[in-house]
């Protein structure tokens, strides 16, 4: 007995719909589209503009305000190694503990005669610790043996030279952040990067 074929039937699809839904988007994009006002003078923008975001690795950290200065170091292995060198250098001995206290500091800003009696203050109480920032003046230039110290700890343990960034206090006096420049220029450090907080829109 023979199949019984089934008439096939061609496939329609309503494209109303679809029709309805572009033509409401395209309305909507053209109602909210803002276009672009003219500059009242010729401005030649640069070509190319970005912004730099800092690594979380192999950076140390000059910050600047109230007319003291404090310095920090990414990375545990830098710091411990940067420590010791300092000791050498200054003829004071760290114990283990105090080591261990260095190394969890991010930024520090205490001369070396009292960096001791700040690492064994307890960790509640260094926030109210009397620091008067590493000194930075020609008779006791601290701040530039921790940047040395620093930058060589870095090539040494890792071979890269150690990127330097300034954070400084809008209203900071410019004789500060300018012994900090001539203490960077004095290493032949004339690259750094200057950290900044983004403007709020104009009122």
Do not use: H
């Not at 008779?139 to 990127?163: G, H, M, P, T």
């Amino acid at each position: 007995m023979p199949r019984v074929k089934i008439a096939r039937k061609s496939t329609v699809t309503d494209m109303t719909a679809m029709c309805d839904v572009a033509f409401l988007l395209l309305t909507f994009f053209i109602m909210t589209a803002k276009f672009k006002a003219e500059d009242p003078v010729p401005v030649a923008i640069p070509g190319f503009t970005k912004t730099v975001i800092l690594p979380e690795d192999n950076i140390g950290t000059i910050t600047i305000g109230s007319g003291k200065v404090f310095f920090g170091v990414e990375g545990v292995t830098i710091r411990s190694t940067m420590l010791d060198e300092m000791g050498k250098l200054y003829n004071i001995s760290f114990t283990p503990q105090e080591k261990a206290m260095f190394i969890t500091l991010p930024t520090f800003g205490v001369p070396m005669g009292q960096l001791k009696t700040y690492l064994n203050t307890e960790p509640d109480k260094m926030k109210s610790f009397p620091t008067t920032g590493i000194p930075t003046d020609s008779v006791s230039n601290e701040l530039f043996n921790w940047i040395k110290q620093a930058r060589l700890a870095d090539r040494a343990l890792f071979s890269k030279d150690l990127r330097l960034t300034i954070k400084g206090d809008s209203k900071q006096e410019y004789p500060t952040i300018g012994r900090v420049i001539q203490i960077l220029q004095k290493q032949k450090v004339n690259k750094f990067s200057l950290i900044t907080a983004q403007k709020g829109a104009p009122k």
